[in-house]
């Protein structure tokens, strides 16, 4: 497949990773390609949608704190909050979300597909 417009960044895969690259590069003003195989499926979660947890919910807080949008997310799309391994000390509680994984999909879609800076197509990458 060939593209007309020219790009500084090329993401690959619209998973929640792929989704805060290319937020991340498009907010510091970089033109960002977001290629994923199925449009209908930009930040669809796996089978247990999650957010936090023992080592996710550091790397959520950190996503946060850079502007992202994974924290937010949970937030408005959780059909429940838990805090985990509350029997032990404040040092290893963490909390976990259970997101409605439809919603989630579907709200952060809607802010990749409005965010400038960014053109989604559905593609496959080959070498």
Not at 12 to 40: F, M, Q, Y
Not at 81 to 89: A, E, H, Q, T, V
Not at 95 to 122: F, H, P
Request: charge should be negative; glycine fraction near 8%; charged fraction near 25%.
């Amino acid at each position: 497949v060939e593209f007309q417009d020219e790009f500084d960044v090329i993401v690959v895969g619209a998973g929640h990773s792929g989704c805060e690259a290319a937020l991340a590069t498009a907010r510091l003003g970089c033109r960002t390609l977001l290629l994923t195989l199925n449009l209908d499926k930009i930040a669809w979660q796996p089978c247990n949608p999650a957010v936090g947890g023992p080592a996710k919910s550091q790397l959520t807080h950190e996503v946060d704190a850079l502007g992202g949008e994974i924290g937010k997310m949970a937030d408005r799309t959780y059909l429940q909050k838990r805090i985990l391994n509350s029997s032990r000390g404040p040092a290893v509680w963490a909390l976990r979300a259970q997101t409605d994984k439809r919603e989630y999909a579907a709200v952060m879609k809607v802010i990749v597909e409005n965010q400038e800076n960014i053109s989604i197509r559905e593609s496959m990458v080959t070498d």
